[in-house]
Nanobody, 127 residues
Framework: QVQLVESGGGLVQAGGSLRLSCLSS????????MGWFRQAPGQEREFVAN????????NLANSVKGRFTISRYNAKNTLYLQMNSLKPEDTAVYYC????????????????????WGKGTLVTVSS
């Protein structure tokens, strides 16, 4: 049974930092491109960041560029999102996402590309 379990969310003041982790099990982690999405209250889920299977390439949404960093440690089956200079508008539930790699695919950028989702972790940034 595949599981993606996020952790590291919480309440932080504006300007602060958090590091989210996503521990995977039940899959061969290096066979998957990984990503983070988020969903703010009353809004649709949106793309935040993605990373290729070996970590060589990453992409970030414009809203988080320069503040967030995505990384992965395949030996520990874990995905990370380092979030710095947090803003109140970063408040959301953050979801880990995995996409099974096939010929012609290398990353995740839209929700319909996701094979597996985590249940999410809440990040609240106070002003």
């Amino acid at each position: 049974q595949v599981q993606l379990v996020e952790s590291g969310g919480g309440l932080v003041q504006a300007g602060g930092s958090l590091r989210l982790s996503c521990l995977s099990s039940g899959l061969t982690f290096s066979d998957y491109a990984m990503g983070w999405f988020r969903q703010a209250p009353g809004q649709e889920r949106e793309f935040v960041a993605n990373i290729t299977w070996n970590g060589d390439n990453t992409n970030l949404a414009n809203s988080v560029k320069g503040r967030f960093t995505i990384s992965r440690y395949n030996a520990k089956n874990t995905l990370y999102l380092q979030m710095n200079s947090l803003k109140p508008e970063d408040t959301a539930v953050y979801y880990c996402a995995a996409r099974k790699l096939m010929i012609g695919t290398s990353s995740i950028s839209t929700m319909n590309q996701v094979t597996y989702w985590g249940k999410g972790t809440l990040v609240t940034v106070s002003s």
